[in-house]
T-cell receptor, first 113, second 112 residues
Framework: RKEVEQDPGPFNVPEGATVAFNCTYSNSASQSFFWYRQDCRKEPKLLMSVYSSGNEDGRFTAQLNRASQYISLLIRDSKLSDSATYLC??????????????FGKGTKLTVNP | DAGITQSPRHKVTETGTPVTLRCHQTENHRYMYWYRQDPGHGLRLIHY???????DKGEVSDGYSVSRSKTEDFLLTLESATSSQTSVYFC???????????FGDGTRLSIL
């Protein structure tokens, strides 16, 4: 099983739609979770951290399910500007002072007029 | 935006030549990372650093070396570039354990 798995999509949705992405991770000891977005030919940018109790930032809601080892991202009222690739990121437990984040391959979203 | 500068932004070179990419940060963050990104593979970790002169290998470290002689600079060197190393290279920094990473703008490297 891959460390972090995402549905690659693409997801094509109309403006105003609600869309949800899921991501599963294999390391049950993982401590930190994030969603990034990446626009074409640009660097990944932090969208939001994911907290155990779930968290919301405007139209974006992130959830964490530790028992099932998945995280989700919900986007409500989609905008054209939401078109991007969304990366799921997981941080395993720290070992010896070093820490690596593990990135999923991303889910591509296109919001159509 | 996080103070991260990658240089050069674009480079074209020939097989067999040495190449050095630089990542410079002004945030005084402890952790620094080098990734490559290729179609179908996503982001893959090459090397990372958790302090001055403290580095470790990532999943695709063969053919690459790194150095971190001071907090603000993390250098990635291709000793003898090959066409398979044509890619987009991203540097990232992180303040501490459990914190997210912040990325530089990337370097587009073409090996002919």
């Amino acid at each position: 099983r891959k460390e972090v798995e995402q549905d690659p999509g693409p997801f094509n949705v109309p403006e105003g739609a609600t869309v949800a992405f899921n991501c599963t991770y294999s390391n049950s000891a993982s401590q930190s979770f994030f969603w990034y977005r990446q626009d074409c030919r640009k660097e990944p940018k932090l969208l939001m951290s994911v907290y155990s109790s779930g968290n919301e930032d405007g139209r974006f809601t992130a959830q964490l399910n530790r028992a099932s080892q998945y995280i989700s991202l919900l986007i409500r009222d989609s905008k054209l500007s939401d078109s991007a690739t969304y990366l799921c990121v997981v941080s395993p437990i720290t070992q010896g002072g070093s820490e690596k984040l593990v990135f999923g391959k991303g889910t591509k979203l296109t919001v159509n007029p | 935006d996080a103070g991260i500068t990658q240089s050069p932004r674009h480079k074209v070179t020939e097989t067999g030549t040495p190449v050095t990419l630089r990542c410079h940060q002004t945030e005084n963050h402890r952790y620094m990372y080098w990734y490559r990104q290729d179609p179908g593979h996503g982001l893959r970790l090459i090397h990372y650093s958790y302090g001055v002169k403290d580095t470790d290998k990532g999943e695709v470290s063969d053919g690459y070396s790194v150095s971190r002689s001071k907090t603000e600079d993390f250098l990635l060197t291709l000793e003898s570039a090959t066409s398979s190393q044509t890619s987009v290279y991203f540097c990232a920094i992180k303040q501490g354990v459990g914190q997210p990473q912040h990325f530089g703008d990337g370097t587009r490297l073409s090996i002919l």
